[in-house]
């Protein structure tokens, strides 16, 4: 293995460490929060639509 590749997997094991520390001891709570609400809207995840436009959605999700 290449030294950029190991030293690149070390880092991602620090920042992943460091990360998780962060979340378990909910300092950044309220910035995952804010952040979660922003992309995930309820209303606009519920939201119908017809069932023609359902089928043309999958259809292009499959081939894109």
């Known amino acids: 293995m ?3 590749l190991i030293t690149t997997g070390i880092i991602g094991v620090v920042v992943a460490i460091i990360v998780g520390a962060l979340h378990v ?5 309220g910035f ?3 952040l979660a609400e922003l992309v ?4 606009g995840a519920t939201r119908v639509v017809g069932e023609k436009w359902q089928y043309v959605f999958v259809l292009l999700l499959a081939l894109g």
Do not use: G, I
């Open 25 to 29: 001891s909910r300092l950044m709570l």
């Open 2 to 4: 290449k030294r950029s």
């Open 40 to 43: 995930s809207r309820y209303a």
């Open 32 to 34: 995952e929060t804010a």
